[in-house]
């Protein structure tokens, strides 16, 4: 007894398949239909350096295409009978509307219509030093969510830091300066997020030019306000130096007292108010950060130890039982990400952005950097003080709450450092 012949239905459609794949009228398109679901252009596809690379994007992105078009038609599949019976009621009424839609969108597509909501991108705009330390981080991080990113900076130590940003389809640079309305202006009325960067940052700085400490740390901010609309987004980073002098034991919160000691405190945290006098503003009040950046500071404390323990192999610390809170550059990069993307459940408020577990001494930071820079030596001076004053710890406790917590250790950022030290020249960054 002979048993049923195999049902060849399967292989010739299969066969079908195949062959009109590559028939005249559909092969010419592949190229066109990879570069659009890859997102990458035809000199990328063809790269020999990248080919790895652009293998994995294909290979993913085409599976994750196959997926959704497949989800779509096995959820069609699960409810024939109600759609089929819904199609078959108006089918004349949908092939009207769909000929119509149709037309639609080939007119949008050529060019002849624009449809406003299908050309929104999220354009974020970071007035006046993104090219600085935190900045050129913070640009990284941005265009890396895929978000489109306009630098205003007039580059005033001259650096390069944001040179290999320059090929990124959703990077673009304007060089000016955020005080000069004329600039600003334009700049501002494209942007969705406004990231204020302007800032004559620290207290030697702002002493030696008071004026333009002002007009840059206060004036740009002032400024802003006035030409932005309720609509723009606002994520101001200031510094949590604000709290001033207090006595290292008693935890700052957003509701603690506001006591600079410093000009560059003082215009800080009057920057602040003005932002949050206006709709839609975050302010992020930014612990001690550290960690390698494209445009490196040497002057900011941990960073500063490590430095010294890297290339002097000694420290004189004064008042060593001072306290701060310190933060990693990238945990600060991601927290503007974060701010952006939660912007409803946090706008109108500040924050404080570090580390739970890096209150520490100036003392316990050096014991750390000790730990792994043997033979680093560390003379706590008892005659002498240090001129910056700042003794406080701070809660992170709003920001935790948010839904958003610093993952980056010191210890991390300290090994870090170490390797980024041993690439660095003595003097090639000064203290600015």
């Known amino acids: 007894m002979f048993g049923q012949p195999p049902d060849m239905s399967l292989f010739i459609a299969f066969v079908a398949g195949l062959l009109s794949f590559v028939s005249p009228c559909v092969l010419p398109l592949v190229p066109s239909y990879i570069t659009y679901i890859t997102g990458l252009t035809l000199e990328e596809l063809t790269s020999e350096t990248e080919r790895t690379r652009v293998r994995g994007v294909i290979i993913i992105n085409s599976l994750l295409f196959i997926a959704g078009f497949s989800s779509v038609f096995v959820a069609f599949g699960a409810s024939a009978s109600l759609v089929g019976q819904l199609l078959t009621t108006y089918q004349d009424f949908i092939r009207k509307l769909g000929g119509a839609l149709i037309v639609l969108f080939g007119l949008y597509v050529m060019g002849v219509l624009k449809i406003k909501f299908l050309m929104n991108e999220m354009r974020v705009h970071l007035k006046s030093r993104p090219a600085g330390y935190v900045g050129s981080v913070v640009c990284e991080r941005l265009l890396a969510a895929g978000l489109s990113v306009t630098v205003l900076d007039r580059l005033t130590h001259g650096q390069h830091s944001l040179f290999h940003l320059c090929g990124h389809a959703g990077f673009d640079f304007v060089y000016g300066d955020a005080r000069d309305e004329r600039v600003l202006a334009p700049e501002v009325a494209r942007a969705d997020v406004i990231l204020p960067l302007a800032a004559i940052v620290g207290a030697p700085a702002c002493d030696r030019d008071p004026g333009l400490a002002e007009s840059t740390n206060l ?59 206006g709709p839609n503003a975050i302010s992020l009040r930014l612990a001690t950060v550290f960690g390698m950046s494209p445009r490196m500071r040497l002057d900011l404390l941990v960073n500063h130890f490590v430095y010294r323990a890297v290339t002097d192999g000694y420290l004189v610390i004064f008042e060593g039982d001072f306290k701060r809170n310190y933060i990693h550059v990238r945990d600060v990069a991601d927290c503007f990400l974060f701010c952006i993307e939660h912007a409803c459940q946090m706008a109108g408020r500040p924050f404080n952005v570090g580390l739970d577990q890096a209150n520490l001494s100036k003392a316990e930071l050096a014991r750390r950097i000790q730990a792994q820079v043997p033979g680093f030596h560390v003379h706590l001076a008892e005659i002498g003080s240090d001129p910056d004053k700042r003794n406080y710890i701070v809660s992170n406790q709003r920001l935790r709450e948010a839904g958003f917590e610093a993952s980056r250790s010191l210890d991390e950022g300290i090994r870090e450092l170490i390797k980024g030290y041993r690439m660095l020249g003595k003097g090639a960054f000064s203290n600015n």
């Open 219 to 277: 004036g740009t901010v002032r400024l802003l306000n006035r030409i932005r609309s309720a609509g723009q987004l606002v994520v101001y980073p200031t510094t949590n130096s604000g709290y001033g002098t207090k006595s290292g034991e008693l935890l700052c919160t957003e509701d603690s007292r506001l006591e600079p000691i410093s000009l560059y405190g003082r215009t800080k945290v009057d920057a602040e108010a003005e932002v949050l006098s």
